[in-house]
């Protein structure tokens, strides 16, 4: 079975300091992968897509990057939050046209 | 470019009662359809999804048509639960490309006893 792993599960950091959001999918080969942001109650704005290792590509610019340096495996980070950037951060997973299966979130709050 | 159109923002409702939340797309592709569901604090899962004109697709009490002609794809049910309470969002795919998943704002579907 597929699982997709979001780590961490919540975080609290000041503004102008790194982050790094981590996503692990686990019994797919070489899925579609994104990452997503969700202000609270708010709509999901897809940030980042990457159909194979090594290529990513920008869908919103936010002042962070994502990269995808296994298969399995997809980083969104940033050398300096902003306030703006709190709110919740999904990874998600797809075959072409199948289901888009979400992990869990990580909720970020910047302070 | 693509884009979902979601007109309710917040919908409250008693329990027992029929709902229907709209959804209509622009896209210039085949499109893909879905309805998702967000609880609060948990993250959306999929409750519906369709590519096929004019067929129904159900699952949990939830059914939506896909209709092409009027770029329609509206969530449906028949009676409403407490636990129905949540976020639920229309989201457009481009059929074929696997690159794009597009959320309309959403709905606020809050059912009270």
């Known amino acids: 079975a597929q699982t997709i792993h979001q780590w961490p599960v919540a975080e609290i950091k000041a503004v102008g300091s790194p982050l790094s959001l981590g996503c692990t999918i686990k019994?797919?080969?070489?899925?579609?992968l994104y990452w997503y942001w969700q202000a609270t109650g708010g709509t999901l704005q897809q940030l980042f897509y990457?159909?194979?290792?090594?290529?990513v590509e920008s869908v919103v610019q936010l002042n962070l990057s994502a990269s995808r340096p296994k298969d399995d495996q997809f980083i969104l980070s940033t050398e300096k939050l902003l306030l703006s950037h709190s709110g919740f951060y999904l990874c998600?997973?797809?075959?072409?046209?199948?289901?888009?299966?979400f992990g869990s979130g990580t909720r970020l709050l910047v302070i | 470019g693509d884009s979902v159109t979601q007109t309710e923002g917040l919908v409250t409702l008693t329990k027992g009662l029929p709902v229907m939340l709209n959804c209509t797309y622009q896209?210039?592709?085949?499109?893909?359809l879905f309805w998702y569901v967000q609880h609060l604090n948990e993250a959306p899962k999929l409750l519906l999804k369709?590519?096929?004109?004019?067929k129904r697709t159900e699952h949990q009490g939830f059914y939506a048509t896909l209709h092409k002609s009027s770029s329609s794809f509206h969530l449906q049910k028949s009676s409403v639960q407490l636990s129905d309470s949540a976020l639920y969002f229309c989201?457009?795919?481009?059929?074929?490309?696997?690159?794009?998943?597009?959320f309309g704002k959403g709905a606020k579907l809050t059912v009270s006893p």
């Open positions: 019994g797919k080969s070489s899925p579609n």
């Open positions: 989201a457009l795919s481009e059929q074929g490309t696997g690159s794009k998943l597009s």
């Open positions: 369709s590519s096929t004109d004019n």
């Open positions: 998600a997973w797809s075959l072409a046209d199948s289901d888009y299966t």
């Open positions: 896209t210039t592709y085949s499109p893909f």
């Open positions: 990457s159909i194979t290792v090594g290529q």
